[in-house]
């Protein structure tokens, strides 16, 4: 899920940064979400809310979800951030979470073996595989050789901000590279000691004695990957265009509305249009929406559905793989299953 991209609208600013400079704690931090009508790009907010209502099942982070045999689960709209806004759940998502017999989240993080453990400490997947790397990247076959030089050095400020050398582009492989832009700058200053939701998730089951599926290995976006180069490159432009420097949060204060809203279409058509402004193509994102949404989708439905037949399962997935004709609204309902959304208090009805 895309989310934590959806902070710029009319608000990026083109400027120079060392790093991620642009992103301060007074950037990043939103205290009370409101809804900016001047960071939507064109063709404005009024367009995009049109377009929002053909999106299907654009509205709601919350579902029930009822088996052919009458088995009843829960499916919740996640956003990967630690905003206090954010992992405020309401209670009926919270207590259904507590009640339930497996909570299903995108995947474990929580190493099952001592082997697990050492293993994790070096993913294969990251690298060029040649003995010596540098000499592994031919001209143009770069990770970043199909960006622009701006939005490159906004790639390599990334890199080097997370610990890794100006060499990054030499050393990482193309889905390397990709994984290194899918984290959020905002979360720098709070990893490792305020959750994001979806391990804010993943502790309260712990805490109520639920035990967690992962409904796709920690390492499957490597392994994916491996031999998906285009699709890495996809998704590296995506998420560059995200790394451009913002001049405040009136983006990510909208971005928490609207999720508070369960406006999730608009969500998606702003960012559709955002991409665009930047991007000048629709590409990127139908080939990044095509492997991190519609594919996984299919795999996150296969892994939970014998849990969804036993009944009591709750799962939660970044809000962005609710909606639309591929999303898991749709796909539980061409398995069978009956999907009504449960509206909170707050959200658009």
């Not at 099942?57 to 956003?79: D, K, Y």
């Not at 453990?117 to 770069?142: H, I, K, L, M, T």
Request: with cysteine.
């Amino acid at each position: 899920m895309r989310v934590w991209g959806l902070v710029c609208g009319a608000l990026c600013v083109v400027a120079p940064a060392t790093a991620q400079d642009w992103a301060t704690r007074e950037t990043c931090h939103v205290e009370r979400p409101a809804l900016f009508e001047e960071v939507f790009p064109a063709p404005g907010l009024a367009a995009l809310e049109t377009r929002a209502t053909e999106v299907l099942n654009g509205r709601g982070r919350f579902w029930q979800v009822t088996a052919p045999n009458g088995a009843v689960s829960h499916l919740w709209g996640t956003f990967h951030a630690s905003d206090a806004a954010v992992l405020r759940l309401p209670d009926p998502v919270k207590a259904t979470l507590e009640a339930s017999s497996v909570v299903a989240l995108e995947y474990d993080p929580v190493f099952p073996t001592r082997q697990a453990v050492r293993d994790g400490q070096y993913v294969a997947g990251q690298f060029n595989e040649a003995s010596d790397p540098f000499a592994a990247v031919a001209p143009g076959d770069g990770p970043l050789d199909h960006l622009s030089d701006e939005m490159a050095g906004w790639v390599l400020d990334r890199a080097i901000e997370l610990g890794w050398s100006e060499d990054a582009d030499l050393i990482l492989s193309t889905a390397g590279m990709a994984g290194i832009v899918l984290g959020d700058p905002c979360e720098d200053f709070a990893s490792g000691v305020l959750p994001l939701q979806d391990d804010y998730l993943q502790l309260l089951a712990h805490l109520a004695g639920v035990p967690v599926l992962g409904l796709e290995a920690p390492d499957a976006f490597y392994d994916d990957l491996a031999t998906r180069d285009e699709t890495a490159r996809a998704i590296i432009a995506v998420y560059a265009a995200y790394l451009q420097p913002q001049a405040d949060n009136r983006g990510r204060s909208t971005s928490i509305a609207l999720y508070g809203q369960g406006r999730i279409g608009l969500m998606q058509v702003w960012d559709q249009a955002f991409l665009r402004s930047v991007l000048a193509s629709d590409a990127p994102l139908a080939a990044t929406d095509d492997y991190l949404l519609n594919f996984r989708n299919t795999r996150f439905l296969d892994t939970a559905e014998p849990a969804l037949k036993a009944g009591g399962a709750f799962i939660g997935v970044g809000a962005f793989h609710l909606p639309g004709a591929n999303g898991m609204v749709e796909g539980l309902r061409a398995r069978g299953y009956e999907v009504e959304r449960i509206v909170l208090p707050g959200e658009a009805p």
